[in-house]
């Protein structure tokens, strides 16, 4: 994912977000450790009641949500692998985006 971050920096915004499988999981010192020990410069949000992984239903690790500008989901992809694939999503709804701008 940092990767993708840093490639399309000018035009993608990335978060994070972290779920909690126990109440060790919510030590903020071990969650800034080990984002820094990754690299993940990003926002990370803390979903310690779940939330945001109810709202979305998701029961994936890790998960990939993709909105254009409007905040309307265009692409979920679950599980690392079939970055590809999400590479590709990226690159149509930033080009569908830049057109749509002309």
Known sequence: MNEFRDKYKDHLNVAAVHIPRSED???LK???KTAAEHGISQPIYIDSNHSLTEAFE??????????????QLR???????????LEKRISRILSETEQASE
Do not use: R
């Not at 692409?75 to 694939?85: D, I, L, N, P, T």
């Open 58 to 71: 998701n029961e994936y690790v890790p998960a990939y949500y993709v909105f254009d500008k409007t905040g």
């Open 25 to 27: 999981d919510l030590d």
């Open 75 to 85: 692409h979920f992809q679950a599980g690392g692998s079939g970055m590809a694939m």
């Open 30 to 32: 071990k969650i800034k």
